[in-house]
């Protein structure tokens, strides 16, 4: 990793991502922390003013330490929530270890097998932003594996309960995580009941990559659920996207109670907002209904 | 109103909205429309690349023509679907008129009293923004007043079935507008079953006001509801508030039934999302429970 510490300067007092080639979210800045070109892509960790810690992949905003649990939360709970008893995870990307603290929430977690492709994330994380993952480095059940998560996926048959896909947007390497021939091998590694769940990206931003990855979704299982969450630091609406053979509609109660008896602590998901966040606005059910 | 077309720069090519003062949204602009000085605030329309035409006042965006009906189904059907026969309707602001045209879909409307205090934001919209306000101002129902909206609604008593207020945030001008004199007016003006409605501001950015203004509405009203949605070009989370002394607890089929009987096409808003953009968030439900 070849980290530069920048001069500050005028220019530096700001980091903007792009969201689209004609909208950009900044965000102004105290101090810049790294700044490294890893063997995948560019990484960024800056102090902001108001977001706390802010990490960028490729100029893109991952986390930012003030927000990241309305991410993880709706990333990782509504999936573990759905499986009555889910013992063994695959957690596919999400290098800053956020992901699996939530995951490690749940008791009935005996085996997490984390594949992230970029190690020089995990260590930028572990050092600049140990609140994402807390207890994440030092549980026995975590097994971190350094590679692309669909080759390790490939080696995967009727193993998992759930797996989880914490990549960045379908650009670069996560491309194959979004497609196709990854749903064939998630859908062989799951057992009995197992769920594959992800990250989907912006139905408003991006409808034809949500339309295609919910499409491709449904071709390798029954029961799909698009859902919605609030994410600031992401702009627009973030959409999450799981999968089973299984049924994925709960009542409210089965929820609240393994909500309450796997004693989980959230900030942003509550129980009734497993269903209300698949309650989809219309131009987004447009783009998956037919 | 002392218009001036700048002329264009590199500076000119961007136009930037500071949501906090450590947190802006860009969007590019293809060309500058219109910047006025006016009697209350300045007025601000440009094309941008993305979202079509952006209307600013003081610098912040009311709407960009992209999503704006994001926001204008939101405010504007809920309260009209809560309420089984709404006759009289008082809509405070808005100036452009994309809540008065989301009012007249619903066909039992026979008066709408429209109260802006700043006649040429009217003038403006109707000049650039004619897809806002298309059969507004040719509507015999439409009855519209300059002024300020709380010296109207003080001469009204046992009068109206749906008040709704579009204001800006509360700055400026619309800090009345969310406050409890201002609400016992309204109260007041309501016939019986009416209700109040409003936007409430971002409860992510600004949630001591979300807290008051959701506390306010409490005093007033025995139901009151506050309820989310999104607007990309409000980046965070928006929110909405409506209070009345009737139910405002629905069910599925009344909403289906009503949003059919009365013809409403929605791009945005669904029945379904009447019940869910009120299942909050734990970090919102916080700031209103107790």
């Known amino acids: ?9 005028a220019l530096d007092s700001v980091f903007t991502e792009d969201q689209t080639p004609g909208v950009s979210l900044s965000f102004r800045v105290r101090r810049r ?6 063997a995948y892509q560019q990484l960024e960790i800056v102090e902001t003013e ?40 695959l957690v596919v990307g999400g290098g800053d270890g956020g992901t699996i603290r939530e995951v490690l929430q749940h008791p009935c977690i005996e085996r997490v097998i984390w594949v992230e492709i970029d190690e020089e994330v995990v260590s930028a994380s572990r050092e600049y932003l140990p609140s994402l993952n807390t207890g994440v480095f030092t549980d026995d ?15 995967l048959q009727n193993d998992i309960d759930i797996i989880i896909v914490d990549s960045t947007d379908p650009i670069g390497p996560a491309i194959p995580l979004f497609e196709l021939p990854f749903f064939h091998s998630c859908a062989r590694a799951l057992r009995d009941g197992g769920i ?24 390798l299982f029954a029961s799909v659920r698009l859902y919605l969450g609030y994410v600031p630091s992401y702009p627009a609406i973030w959409s999450y996207c799981m999968g089973s ?8 109660e089965t929820l609240r109670t393994r909500y309450e008896e796997r004693g989980l602590r959230t900030s942003y998901l509550t129980p009734e907002m497993y269903q209300a966040s698949a309650v989809l606005p219309r131009f987004v059910l ?3 209904s037919g």
Chains 1, 2 share one sequence.
């Open 1 to 9: 990793m070849s980290a530069n510490s920048e001069p500050q300067s």
């Open 33 to 38: 922390l790294l700044s490294a070109k890893t």
């Open 50 to 89: 108001e977001f706390g810690k802010l990490m960028a992949l490729d100029g893109k905003v991952m986390l930012t330490e003030r927000d990241e649990r309305f991410y993880h939360e709706m990333l990782v709970h509504p999936s573990l929530l759905a499986h009555p008893q889910p013992q063994r995870v």
């Open 141 to 155: 059940r975590v097994e971190l594996h350094v590679g692309p998560g669909e080759q390790i996926v490939e080696q």
């Open 196 to 219: 594959h769940s992800m990250q989907c990206c912006s139905p408003f931003f991006y409808p034809a990559h949500v339309q295609s990855t919910h499409a491709n979704m449904r071709q």
């Open 245 to 252: 053979e299984a049924s994925l509609d709960l009542s409210l």
């Open 286 to 288: 447009d783009l998956v």
